[in-house]
């Protein structure tokens, strides 16, 4: 996901491949459920092919971030996105918060494009990206 997809995640491909499989594996175990965050993947004959996650918005009550969300190529197209993020709204509207939101790079249409098929709108809200602060990225909303 990292290699492919680097802009999407806040850290390098570098700084997770240098922590220990045992902290990936304890980081991934804590994320898999609960009420404030959760992770969802898609796998395929034993290999991952797609993963979003949510995390109760801080400081922000009936919001869900959506975040690390990522379709293998291969599977872009398939349906699988809006399955992933289906599980998404699903856990977020069980635990009281109905409304979405997730960033995207600016000038990635695409994937600004598969959003707004998903339901999602612009908000005009721009923020600096994380790691690489000369890039904006722009908030996205939907109702789970």
Same mark, same amino acid.
């Given at each position: ?6 802009? !999407? ?16 594996? !304890? =980081? ?7 009420? =404030?965050?959760a992770a969802f993947i898609a796998e395929v004959d034993g290999r ?7 995390? !109760?918005?801080? %400081?922000?009550?009936? /919001?869900?971030? /959506? ?9 872009? %197209?398939?349906?699988?996105? !809006? ?12 635990? %009281? ?9 600016? %000038? ?5 494009r598969a959003y707004e098929r998903l339901g999602f709108v612009d908000?005009?809200? =721009? ?13 996205? =909303?939907?109702?789970?």
């Amino acid at each position: 996901m990292l290699a492919d997809s680097p802009l !999407a995640f806040l850290e390098t491909l570098a700084d997770a491949a240098a922590r220990p499989h045992a902290e990936v594996a !304890a =980081r991934v175990a804590g994320m898999a459920s609960g009420h =404030r965050s959760a992770a969802f993947i898609a796998e395929v004959d034993g290999r991952i092919v797609g993963h979003a996650g949510g995390q !109760a918005a801080y %400081g922000r009550p009936g /919001v869900t971030v /959506v975040f690390a969300v990522y379709v293998t190529p291969s599977w872009r %197209g398939s349906g699988l996105l !809006a399955a992933l993020i289906d599980e998404v709204a699903a856990w977020s509207s069980a635990a %009281g918060r109905g409304e979405l939101h997730l960033e995207v790079v600016v %000038g990635n249409n695409r994937a600004v494009r598969a959003y707004e098929r998903l339901g999602f709108v612009d908000t005009g809200v =721009r923020v600096p990206h994380p790691i690489v602060p000369a890039l904006r990225e722009l908030e996205m =909303r939907r109702a789970t």
